[in-house]
Antibody, heavy 123, light 107 residues
């Protein structure tokens, strides 16, 4: 059974950095790109970035809205994907989800999601 | 970037049919995917590649896509179908794009 578990959320202050983790099990982690999404209060779902598998260079792609402040990385030996957010803003307050798509260069759709971790940015 | 447009809200009586649309320029040439998200829960994929249904998703959920509009149809609506619904595509740059979401109320 595919399982994704996010952790690392919490209350933090504007300007700080935060790293979220997504621990995976039930599949060969290294074969898949891993994506991150968020949903802010009163807003819709937003894709923020993904990292491809090592077969495709482990390259990353980010949404324009967060580019420059986000870093997605992965540790295939631990089956964990990471999301680091720098220079946090109050607008980054959201539930953050990781998700797994299909194997290959790019996923089209996402069937497996974690339960989400809440990030609150407030002074 | 590519823009997907959804009506913010829709309402339907139990047992009736709900139709949720997703507009985009020539969206019929793209693969559209639909997610259901209930309050406090993770999104659930209900339709992918326009018309396919993941295992475990009731046959009441179906999709179509043509021209400038993709549609998610839910027949014989139940109270448990009350949720936010999002359409999604992958645009030409590889970015993942969502519509703004439609809040479905079951009256």
């Amino acid at each position: 059974e595919v399982q994704l578990v996010e952790s690392g959320g919490g209350l933090t202050q504007p300007g700080r950095s935060l790293t979220l983790s997504c621990s995976a099990s039930g599949f060969t982690f290294g074969d898949y790109a891993m994506s991150w999404f968020r949903r802010a209060p009163g807003k819709g779902l937003e894709w923020i970035g993904f990292i491809r598998s090592k077969v495709y260079g482990g390259t990353t792609q980010y949404a324009a809205s967060v580019k420059g402040r986000l870093t997605v990385s992965r540790d295939d030996s631990k089956s964990i994907a990471y999301l680091m957010i720098n220079s946090l803003k109050t607008a980054d307050t959201a539930v953050y989800f990781c998700a797994r798509g299909q194997p290959g260069f790019a996923s089209s759709w996402y069937q497996y999601w974690g339960q989400g971790t809440v990030v609150t940015v407030s002074s | 970037s590519y823009v997907l447009t959804q009506s913010p809200s829709a309402s339907v009586a139990p047992g009736q049919t709900a139709t949720i649309t997703c507009g985009g320029s020539n969206i019929g040439s793209q693969s559209v995917h639909w997610y259901q998200q209930k309050s406090g829960q993770a999104p659930v994929l209900v339709v992918y590649d326009d018309i396919a249904r993941p295992s475990g998703i009731p046959e009441r959920f179906s999709g179509s896509n043509s021209g400038n509009t993709a549609t998610l149809t839910i027949t014989r609506v139940e109270a448990e179908d009350e949720a936010d619904y999002f359409c999604q595509v992958r645009d030409s740059t590889g970015d993942v794009v969502f519509g703004g979401g439609t809040k479905l109320a079951v009256l």
